[in-house]
């Protein structure tokens, strides 16, 4: 199994950026990758999330063009680099990843296709 840790989160006022890290216990290159946040009171929402090849990525339609996913195979680590910030924006953010990849790009967007978690990051926007 591999062990996800998200870092990076806090606090930034909004049209900020801020740059989302998820360090993995084994290569990046093995799993499908995802970002999911949580917002209180709110269902836990699909962000963006990158194949294993790191040729494809794809996005929620509230964060497209604003959100990029990117990975440091040496490093083992997937970014989530965040910019144009807006106070809806503001959540807890995990990291997931499964060992497959997905042939269908809807697939990356269910939360229960992936099997491993990352414990979150807070992110919060000001207006």
């Known amino acids: 199994q591999v062990q996800l840790v998200e870092s990076g989160g806090g606090l930034v006022q909004a049209g900020g950026s801020l740059r989302l890290s998820c360090a993995a216990s084994g290569r990046v290159s093995r799993y499908t990758m995802g970002w999911f946040r949580q917002a209180p009171g709110k269902e836990r929402e699909f962000v963006g999330g990158?194949?294993?090849?790191?040729?494809?990525?794809y996005y929620a339609d509230s964060v497209k063009g604003r959100f990029t996913i990117s990975r440091d195979d040496a490093k083992n680590t997937v970014f989530l680099q965040m910019n144009s910030l807006k106070p809806e924006d503001t959540a807890v953010y995990s990291c997931?990843?499964?060992?497959?990849?997905?042939?269908?790009?809807?697939?990356?967007?269910?939360?229960?296709?992936?099997?491993?978690w990352g414990q979150g990051t807070q992110v919060t926007v000001s207006s």
């Open positions: 997931a990843a499964v060992a497959i990849a997905f042939y269908s790009p809807t697939t990356y967007a269910r939360a229960s296709a992936y099997n491993y």
């Open positions: 990158i194949n294993p090849s790191g040729t494809s990525t």
